[in-house]
Protein backbone atom coordinates (compact mmCIF):
# COMPACT_ATOMS: atom_id res chain seq x y z
CA UNK A 1 0.00 0.00 0.00
CA UNK A 2 2.90 2.45 0.82
CA UNK A 3 4.44 1.43 -2.85
CA UNK A 4 1.23 2.57 -4.48
CA UNK A 5 0.37 5.57 -2.28
CA UNK A 6 3.84 7.17 -3.65
CA UNK A 7 3.22 5.89 -7.18
CA UNK A 8 0.21 8.18 -6.89
CA UNK A 9 2.04 11.06 -5.54
CA UNK A 10 4.86 10.61 -7.89
CA UNK A 11 7.44 9.69 -5.45
CA UNK A 12 9.79 7.11 -5.24
CA UNK A 13 9.13 4.40 -2.38
CA UNK A 14 12.52 3.93 -0.64
CA UNK A 15 10.94 2.54 2.43
CA UNK A 16 12.28 -0.46 3.92
CA UNK A 17 10.25 -2.76 6.95
CA UNK A 18 13.39 -1.49 9.43
CA UNK A 19 12.90 2.12 8.46
CA UNK A 20 9.02 1.30 8.91
CA UNK A 21 9.09 -0.05 11.90
CA UNK A 22 10.82 2.71 13.47
CA UNK A 23 9.12 5.48 11.98
CA UNK A 24 5.37 4.22 12.32
CA UNK A 25 5.78 1.44 15.24
CA UNK A 26 8.29 2.51 17.76
CA UNK A 27 7.52 5.58 20.26
CA UNK A 28 5.18 8.01 20.90
CA UNK A 29 5.85 10.32 18.18
CA UNK A 30 3.86 8.15 15.50
CA UNK A 31 0.58 5.39 15.13
CA UNK A 32 0.10 3.56 12.34
CA UNK A 33 -3.33 2.19 12.36
CA UNK A 34 -4.19 -0.19 10.34
CA UNK A 35 -7.98 -1.36 8.36
CA UNK A 36 -8.71 -5.18 7.70
CA UNK A 37 -11.92 -6.62 6.20
CA UNK A 38 -14.03 -8.79 9.18
CA UNK A 39 -15.40 -10.86 6.65
CA UNK A 40 -11.84 -12.02 5.36
CA UNK A 41 -10.51 -15.14 7.06
CA UNK A 42 -7.16 -13.59 5.96
CA UNK A 43 -7.39 -10.70 7.81
CA UNK A 44 -5.38 -8.74 5.33
CA UNK A 45 -4.75 -4.97 5.45
CA UNK A 46 -7.01 -3.01 3.15
CA UNK A 47 -5.91 0.34 4.46
CA UNK A 48 -3.99 2.46 6.43
CA UNK A 49 -3.39 5.69 8.39
CA UNK A 50 -0.32 7.17 9.53
CA UNK A 51 -0.56 9.83 12.49
CA UNK A 52 2.20 11.46 14.04
CA UNK A 53 1.75 13.21 17.49
CA UNK A 54 3.70 16.70 17.66
CA UNK A 55 3.39 20.01 19.48
CA UNK A 56 0.89 22.52 17.61
CA UNK A 57 3.13 25.71 16.93
CA UNK A 58 0.20 27.73 16.94
CA UNK A 59 -2.44 25.96 19.47
CA UNK A 60 1.11 25.07 22.20
CA UNK A 61 -0.73 22.09 22.80
CA UNK A 62 0.28 18.58 21.64
CA UNK A 63 -1.93 17.50 18.35
CA UNK A 64 -2.28 14.26 15.82
CA UNK A 65 -1.78 15.11 12.16
CA UNK A 66 -2.85 12.39 9.53
CA UNK A 67 0.44 12.01 7.43
CA UNK A 68 -0.79 9.14 5.01
CA UNK A 69 -4.23 7.25 4.27
CA UNK A 70 -4.69 5.11 1.81
CA UNK A 71 -6.96 2.42 1.27
CA UNK A 72 -6.99 -0.09 -1.66
CA UNK A 73 -8.94 0.31 -4.62
CA UNK A 74 -11.57 -2.55 -4.73
CA UNK A 75 -12.26 -1.63 -0.71
CA UNK A 76 -12.82 2.24 -1.06
CA UNK A 77 -16.35 4.00 -0.72
CA UNK A 78 -17.11 1.48 1.94
CA UNK A 79 -16.10 4.14 4.75
CA UNK A 80 -12.65 2.50 5.43
CA UNK A 81 -11.19 5.84 5.36
CA UNK A 82 -13.82 7.41 7.65
CA UNK A 83 -13.33 4.27 10.03
CA UNK A 84 -9.62 5.28 9.94
CA UNK A 85 -10.12 8.73 10.72
CA UNK A 86 -12.16 8.10 13.81
CA UNK A 87 -9.77 5.76 15.17
CA UNK A 88 -7.07 8.14 14.65
CA UNK A 89 -9.25 11.18 16.33
CA UNK A 90 -9.80 8.52 19.34
CA UNK A 91 -6.34 7.63 19.31
CA UNK A 92 -5.11 11.20 19.65
CA UNK A 93 -7.57 12.26 22.22
CA UNK A 94 -6.27 9.05 24.25
CA UNK A 95 -2.43 10.66 24.02
CA UNK A 96 -3.99 14.26 25.37
CA UNK A 97 -3.89 15.96 21.84
CA UNK A 98 -6.65 19.04 21.33
CA UNK A 99 -7.00 18.25 17.81
CA UNK A 100 -6.37 16.39 14.46
CA UNK A 101 -5.71 17.61 11.14
CA UNK A 102 -5.77 15.61 7.99
CA UNK A 103 -3.01 16.02 5.70
CA UNK A 104 -3.60 15.74 1.70
CA UNK A 105 -1.90 16.05 -1.51
CA UNK A 106 -3.73 17.19 -4.42
CA UNK A 107 -2.35 14.68 -6.70
CA UNK A 108 -4.38 12.04 -4.51
CA UNK A 109 -7.81 10.69 -6.15
CA UNK A 110 -10.18 12.69 -4.31
CA UNK A 111 -8.63 12.44 -1.12
CA UNK A 112 -9.42 16.34 0.02
CA UNK A 113 -13.16 15.87 -1.17
CA UNK A 114 -13.18 13.09 1.04
CA UNK A 115 -11.62 15.09 3.96
CA UNK A 116 -14.19 18.32 3.23
CA UNK A 117 -17.27 15.51 3.20
CA UNK A 118 -15.81 14.19 6.70
CA UNK A 119 -15.51 16.95 8.75
CA UNK A 120 -18.90 18.25 9.98
CA UNK A 121 -19.46 14.71 10.89
CA UNK A 122 -16.28 13.88 12.66
CA UNK A 123 -16.00 17.54 14.20
CA UNK A 124 -12.63 17.45 12.69
CA UNK A 125 -10.35 19.99 11.37
CA UNK A 126 -8.45 19.49 8.14
CA UNK A 127 -5.79 20.54 5.95
CA UNK A 128 -4.66 19.89 3.18
CA UNK A 129 -1.51 20.17 1.40
Not at 20 to 38: D, K, N
Not at 89 to 105: M, N, P, Q
Not at 107 to 121: C, I, N
Amino acid sequence: MLIALAAQTGVAARITPSVLARIALEGRAARLIVAHRSDSPQRHPVGFALMLIGRNMVAGSDWGVVEQLYVQEPDRKRGIARTLIAAARADALRAGCEGLTVSSRPETDGSVLAWRAMAPAEGTRFAAE
